[in-house]
């Protein structure tokens, strides 16, 4: 179940984040967009509606929530790209699951609107300096000060987790 629930495993980065690192990450930020529509590509129907998992969201619901997720994120790297340390707003992920967008609309809308999302949040990216790297918001449902180049390789993974889920119920389904 655990292997169902995080295939690529859990986030991990130790030490210093540096600028290496964080190229390749935005490298990858800008790869994914191409990588879940791929994952996506050709599902319709009742395979949309398919759970990742026992318990899970549907492959429908997994696409719409990385919209959700990633359009969370890069209006958290503006607010602590202008704002000292913001507060940000947490959102009930799993309520928006259940929305009729997230349980009804076709994937295409959240396909494109990664695929814009992540233009504009590459192009930002590739224009920060390291000490804009080091800005920080607070995330009040953790209670825990985030910096934005930790953010970073939280949400590559975050995508990539995403689009494994998908990948696996798809070679497990044999589609």
């Not at 319709?44 to 990633?70: F, I, K």
Request: with cysteine; hydrophobic share 40%; charged share 25%.
């Amino acid at each position: 179940m655990e292997e169902l629930r995080y295939p690529i495993g859990k986030f991990e980065h130790e030490g210093e984040i540096s600028a290496a690192q964080r190229r390749l990450w935005i490298q990858e930020i800008a790869a994914l967009p191409g990588q879940l529509s791929e994952a996506a590509r050709g599902l319709d129907g009742e395979r949309l509606d398919t759970p990742y998992r026992e318990g899970g969201w549907t492959v429908r619901q997994v696409v719409h929530h990385v919209g959700d997720s990633h359009m969370n994120c890069l209006m958290r790297f503006k607010l602590a790209l202008t704002e000292e340390q913001p507060a940000i707003k947490p959102y009930e992920e799993q309520l928006w699951a259940e929305l009729a967008d997230s349980r009804a609309l076709p994937v295409e809308p959240s396909l494109a609107l990664v695929s814009a999302l992540h233009v504009r949040w590459t192009a930002l990216l590739e224009s920060m300096t390291d000490e804009q790297f080091s800005r920080a918001f607070y995330h009040p449902g953790s209670g825990q000060v985030v910096r934005l180049d930790r953010c970073l390789g939280m949400y590559v993974w975050h995508g990539k987790h995403h689009t494994a889920h998908i990948d696996r119920l798809r070679d497990r389904m044999g589609w």
